[in-house]
């Protein structure tokens, strides 16, 4: 496979709300660039993104899937990302690496609670947004009241781009107010007829195009005085103003999809090539020691494992993203965190589950490795002498817990070291052994996240389980004064052979006991 330059490499989230369209837009966008000859579906189970069987159980993503396509001499890395909240560890590792998200919205619901969400973790991480409407073909698709939607959400950022001519069941052609043309398809999607904007649509495209000139015209003063000097901007000073309004977050541009179609697929992608901003353009990373790092090819070799998977017959395979220099098959690096010297002995570009042997990646590219002996999420790999570290990834903490415990006792060995695994691949499940309560308590971020955990391990590797409530580990204290009286009676048969206790037990505020009270109290009581 070709080795791409850092000015080359564009690195995208896919994020939206579950039912929003993310798997099927990879699909179409790997088909497009020609990693697939052949577009799957999320019905027929044999997308490139959802590949493992829960997944197909479940019928929507369970895991971040790592992508990549080739479009227009770039090279265009993904990660779909699941939708569901109690899979966010997805999404927010997935916008510790790449540096824009496509935000897509199902054009029947607008933007939902999970957009909002999700949102949110992109201004943590200040990434660009660019919104996608999809499903604009389906019957109930409302393209008004999801723009509506986005502006009441994320205010008038959010500028249009495109817009669709007849959104619905009949769902073919979109205007574009960059290029100023329209583009409709044929019943089969794929690459559109370029056409004239028809009269009927002129007045709202010229009032379209006015607006998204004058957004990318606010973010770049040269631009801004060659506005006011010619009324207008061409393609390329547009392309310049919008890219430096996504990196600033101050323009959202919006474009228009139907995913399953493949209908405006092909122009989505002409502008994450074109205009997305590259890894240079882009913040800084920054380690442990507060050193700004660039994406230089020709500096020291560094890469960040941001997710780890276990993949049958294969074992763990770590992915990373080359965060300074380059490095090549049979490189010999350090883990930072383990002090420990790896060897990178094959080297992947990686669609799903389908792997592309690759001699070489350079700064900002995305990759995985296989058979690491000690490395694990969130280390930092060197050449010898380089320092770097850069911080974990921060989840968030857990929200519902359960005690699991395996349906035979002998089986609870085997349990511990699936659980160990299993927090590899997602962070976000914790394991907490109690031996206080005798039970093994896993945290994690809902309860259908434990669910597909539990359903992972019971058809993956054939462990029968079981939920329990966890119990409570109470604690006894005084909170007032209280008084007893007991009989004690040592030999019942000899008559007033007893003695009278009398018991005052009481709060002590302040102070503590000396211990030889303790002791002596306690003999005579016992």
């Known amino acids: 496979m070709k080795v791409y330059l850092s000015d080359q490499i564009k690195n995208i989230s896919l994020l939206g709300s579950s039912g929003s369209g993310k798997t099927t837009l990879a699909e179409s966008m790997l088909f497009e660039g020609g990693v697939v000859s052949r577009r799957g579906d999320v019905d027929s189970k044999n997308t490139v993104s959802d590949y493992n069987r829960v997944e197909h159980e479940y019928g929507y993503s369970v895991f971040s899937s790592v992508l990549y396509t080739e479009w227009l001499g770039k090279k265009l890395n993904f990660i779909d990302c699941p939708g569901a909240d109690d899979f966010i560890n997805g999404a927010i590792t ?4 790449t540096d824009t998200a496509l935000m897509l919205l199902n054009a029947t619901r607008g933007v939902e609670v999970g957009t909002q969400n999700l949102f949110r973790y992109t201004e ?19 393209f008004e009241s ?15 781009v495109q817009y669709p001519v007849n959104a619905g069941p009949d769902f073919n052609a979109v205007v574009d107010v960059l290029k100023m043309k329209m583009y409709q398809w044929g019943p089969n999607g794929g690459e559109p007829q370029v056409l004239d904007i028809p009269d009927s649509e002129k007045e709202k495209a010229d009032e379209l195009h006015n607006a998204l000139v004058e957004s990318a015209a606010e973010n770049d003063e040269n631009l801004m005085e060659l506005f006011f000097e010619k009324g207008s901007l061409d393609e390329e000073e547009m392309r310049r103003g919008i890219r430096k309004g996504m990196v ?20 989505l992608m002409e502008f994450l090539g074109n205009i997305v901003p590259f890894v240079s353009e882009m913040p800084k990373p920054v380690t442990k020691d507060n050193v700004e790092v660039a994406p230089d090819a020709d500096g020291p070799a560094s890469i960040f494992v941001f997710k780890t998977s ?3 017959h294969l074992g763990e395979v770590s992915y990373f993203k080359v965060m300074s220099g380059k490095v090549k098959e049979g490189d010999d690096l350090v883990n930072m965190n383990r002090d420990a010297k790896e060897r990178l002995s094959q ?4 669609a799903g589950n389908n792997r592309q042997k690759v001699s070489e990646l350079v700064a900002g590219d995305i990759g995985a490795t296989v058979k690491l002996k000690e490395t694990k999420t969130n280390h930092t790999l060197n050449v010898k002498g380089c320092n770097y570290i850069f911080d974990a990834i921060k989840y968030p903490d857990p929200k519902y817990r359960i005690a699991i415990k395996p349906e035979n006792e002998g089986d609870e060995e085997k349990l511990g070291e699936i659980l160990t695994r299993i927090h590899e691949e997602d962070p976000t499940i914790l394991v907490e052994y109690s031996k206080e309560l005798k039970q093994i308590i896993v945290h994690g971020q809902g309860e259908f996240h434990l669910n597909t955990m539990k359903w992972r391990i019971e058809n993956n590797d054939k462990l029968n389980l079981t939920f329990h409530n966890p119990k409570i580990p109470y604690r006894e204290t005084i909170t007032k004064q209280a008084r007893a009286i007991t009989a004690i009676r040592s030999n019942p048969a000899v008559p007033g052979n007893s003695v009278r206790c009398t018991w005052l037990l009481s709060l002590i505020t302040r102070g503590c006991l000396h211990p030889r009270f303790i002791s002596l109290t306690d003999r005579n009581l016992k």
């Open 347 to 350: 080297l992947y570009c990686v």
């Open 310 to 312: 276990i993949e049958p």
């Open 146 to 160: 999801t723009i509506e939607s986005v502006y009441e959400s994320f205010g008038k950022k959010a500028v249009l």
């Open 94 to 97: 997935s916008l510790n690496v």
């Open 124 to 142: 943590k991480y200040n990434k660009p947004v660019i919104f996608v409407a999809n499903q604009l073909d389906h019957e109930k698709a409302n």
């Open 248 to 267: 600033a977050r101050d323009l959202f541009p919006v474009f228009c999809v139907s995913a399953e179609k493949d209908m405006g697929v092909r122009r």
